[in-house]
């Protein structure tokens, strides 16, 4: 029998069966013994400070070579950019670096380096989420069985995956004890458990896994952020004399990068995000797959088989849960004394709740705030179309359709 309590719950999501074939054994797709393996080592890793700080210097870098570098460039040509693809691609060099120490440099030069993997990785992603579309899932089966179509170019797409983190893995196995390096993978061999295989795939698995976890997630909400912002200048003002409080106080100036201990002093700015992805929440929906007849904490019952959604986009928007304003963008809703209030998981299941909570929610945190406040001191960004709610894609996160396009200012003096 299933857990009624949902904190208890215990394994089974909408990715067991439809992303198994790009997943395999992965975190999101292993069964209970090794999903506890692989949640313990990385929930562990997750907690260090060592992690925390490779991944704020992965995003340091990556600002300062890529990203201000792009956006000044964009200011100075006057030339509108797409800031969800730009953000998007951040995300995925940053997730590689993380996850394998590996750097595809998505967002350098013209965009194409690393474009062979990064569009394999994107194919492979959106071709499983595709296969939830289907109205008779036996369409897709019958494809996967004769390799055509939408099942071809799928598999086609995982060989390059596969075969890309397998040979950077493969140098790594060899280097083990020569070199130790902070990313993921370097932990998840040195945690070496006899209950857990460390095989080839195994890792791979736990790589790709992350990787799906980490890229769209982030650039999603900060898109959604950016958009929300551009007719918001009064939440703007706010969040740059937050920062201008912090430079202050810890005598720095703009363009210099911020700590740890400074990340947790930008309450106003966590308030925004959080805002964001409270009315844009970058996993919109989740379904989970129920192992055995049960019943839900109200008396549902939920039979074997059965999937249950619960949609954080509807729950963000409830106005039992966050009163009459509900549709209003108001991130002081989030602040007592200026200091940020987290909110119950089970009302505000963004990062989900219970034990199969969001791994990487700190470290999301951090990057989102990090490209964020460097963002906002450096450039002013103004959504060419910032009166019309874009579209959004049906795919595994809340992506925009068309992207989003704005225009860029360096911002001309300090405030
Ligand atoms: C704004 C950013 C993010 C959001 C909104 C988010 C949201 C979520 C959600 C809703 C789940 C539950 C999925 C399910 O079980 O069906 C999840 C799981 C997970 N997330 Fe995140 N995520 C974010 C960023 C990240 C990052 C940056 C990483 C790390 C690279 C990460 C790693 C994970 C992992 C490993 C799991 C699986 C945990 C488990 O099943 O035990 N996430 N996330």
């Not at 363009?255 to 929440?281: C, K, V, W």
Request: a neutral charge; aromatic letters at 12%; glycine letters at 6%.
């Amino acid at each position: 029998m299933l857990k009624t309590n949902f904190e208890n719950y215990p394994k089974g999501n909408r990715f067991i069966f439809l992303l198994k074939d790009f997943l395999g054994r992965g975190i999101f797709n292993s069964d209970n013994e090794l999903w506890r393996i692989q949640r313990k080592v990385a929930s562990f890793e997750f907690s260090t400070r060592s992690l925390r700080n490779f991944v704020i210097e992965n995003v340091r870098l990556e600002l300062q070579t890529r990203l201000i570098p792009l956006l000044s460039n964009a200011s100075k040509t006057k030339k509108t950019i797409n800031i969800q693809d730009v953000l998007e691609r951040f995300a995925f060099d940053n997730v590689c670096k993380v996850a394998f120490n590996e750097d595809p440099a998505c967002l350098e030069g013209d965009g194409t380096s690393g474009s062979e993997f990064m569009s394999a990785f994107e194919d492979a992603a959106t071709l499983s989420a595709g296969r939830f579309m289907y109205i008779f899932p036996h369409v897709w089966i019958f494809k996967r069985f004769f390799n055509i179509g939408s099942e071809k170019r799928l598999r086609e797409s995982i060989k390059i995956v596969h075969e890309f983190a397998e040979n950077i893995i493969k140098t790594r196995l060899q280097d083990k004890g020569i070199k130790q390096e902070a990313d993921l993978l370097s932990r998840f061999i040195a945690a070496n458990d006899e209950n857990a295989p460390n095989s080839l795939e195994f890792l791979r698995d736990i790589v790709i896994s992350f990787i799906l976890a980490g890229r769209d997630t982030t650039s999603t909400a900060l898109t959604w952020f950016f958009w929300l912002l551009s007719s918001r200048p009064h939440i703007e003002r706010n969040i740059l004399q937050e920062l201008k409080t912090i430079r202050n106080d810890s005598g720095k100036c703009i363009g210099e990068t911020y700590e740890l201990d400074e990340f947790r002093q930008m309450n106003y700015l966590h308030a925004a995000i959080s805002e964001a992805m409270r009315l844009y929440p970058p996993v919109a929906v989740d379904t989970k797959a129920c192992l055995a007849d049960d019943m839900l904490p109200d008396g549902t019952f939920i039979g074997k088989g059965w999937f249950a959604t619960y949609q954080a986009y509807a729950m963000g928007r409830m106005e039992n849960i966050w009163g009459k304003d509900c549709n209003e963008f108001v991130p002081e809703r989030w602040l007592e004394n200026g200091i940020f209030q987290p909110e119950n998981p089970f009302r505000f299941p963004i990062f989900h709740g219970g034990a199969r909570m969001c791994l990487g929610k700190e470290m999301a945190y951090i990057q989102m705030k990090s490209i964020a406040a460097s963002v906002i001191e450096n450039f002013e960004i103004n959504a060419v179309d910032k009166d019309t709610c874009p579209q959004h894609v049906l795919s595994l996160t809340l992506r925009m359709k068309d992207g989003l396009m704005v225009r860029v200012k360096e911002r001309s003096m300090d405030v």
